[in-house]
Nanobody, 118 residues
Framework: VQLQASGGGSVQAGGSLRLSCVAS????????MGWWRQYPGTQRELIAA???????GYHDSVKGRFTISRGNAKNTINLQMNMLNNDDTAVYYC?????????????WGPGTQVTVSS
């Protein structure tokens, strides 16, 4: 399974960015897809995820500002990030939990940097 993320970059506080992620590979099901972020020297934190039946969850810090959605295919997700602030500056990682032959496995995409400046 491979994940390809796009859309990171730099923006001023109050601005918006959109991240996208496409998963590919031979799996039975992409159970969950979503985004984590990581600050320097800290562990990753889950910020948004969507399940295969479109259950959605958000970290409290992004509720009301970030929206996760599916693209045209079930293996594509988008993260619309609005009202960005300095605390959103981090490396963002797309991930997926897949099911294949009765086993579940998590895969990560390469990180994409999001930088918010005042």
């Amino acid at each position: 399974v491979q994940l390809q993320a796009s859309g990171g970059g730099s923006v001023q506080a109050g601005g918006s960015l959109r991240l996208s992620c496409v998963a590919s590979g031979s799996v039975d099901n992409f159970l969950v897809m979503g985004w984590w972020r990581q600050y320097p020297g800290t562990q990753r934190e889950l910020i948004a995820a969507i399940s295969d039946i479109d259950n959605i969850g958000y970290h409290d810090s992004v509720k009301g500002r970030f929206t996760i959605s599916r693209g045209n295919a079930k293996n594509t997700i988008n993260l619309q990030m609005n009202m960005l602030n300095n605390d959103d500056t981090a490396v963002y990682y797309c991930y997926t939990d897949v099911q294949y032959r009765g086993q579940q496995q998590r895969y990560w995409g390469p990180g994409t940097q999001v930088t918010v400046s005042s």
